[in-house]
């Protein structure tokens, strides 16, 4: 089989696996839909609004939520801000306060009258272990083993079809 052949197919194989093999999800958190421990945690908000976002992922172990996540910091600034930047889902990315500064926002806890209280994202990523009574909702990725199965099956019988007739051919 030459190098090319080779290369097609395992180009095919993986785009087949790499797009229907996973799923990512957002979910209310309740007892009775807890991601499995084999998911991936790309990202929760806690019961008190915060957001943490994971590096890599987060992983269910036990009744807790770890991994290493972009810590956010809690700022105050004053009311109301000049400019304010939405994500088309309606969430704030960014607010540019009265002194001009731009503030990277993970997200916003109080619109007060006077001053605003956000959640900045801050450069620094700590361990963190967090409570699954304290998450509301999380964002988590999770590979579908069906799937898989289903989409490398396939893909891998028509290889050795091929395989098999140009071996076939070539003693002919």
Known sequence: MSKKQVSVITLVVFVLTSTSCTMIRT????????????????SL???SGVPVVFSGSGRIRGDTIT???????EER???P???????????????????????SV??????GETEWTIVASGSTVQPVSIPLSEVKQVKYKKINTGLT????APVAALGLIILGAV???KNI
């Open 149 to 152: 199965i289903l989409a490398i």
């Open 27 to 42: 979910a209310d958190l309740t007892k009775a839909d807890y991601p499995g421990k084999s998911a991936r945690i790309m």
């Open 167 to 169: 071996i076939y051919y």
């Open 106 to 111: 993970l997200g916003v806890l109080n619109e």
């Open 67 to 73: 991994g290493m996540a972009i810590v956010g910091i």
């Open 45 to 47: 908000v806690m019961n």
């Open 81 to 103: 801000p000049t400019s304010i930047k939405k994500r088309p889902d309606g969430t704030i990315y960014e607010i540019i306060d009265r002194t001009g500064r731009a503030h």
């Open 77 to 79: 600034i004053p009311a």
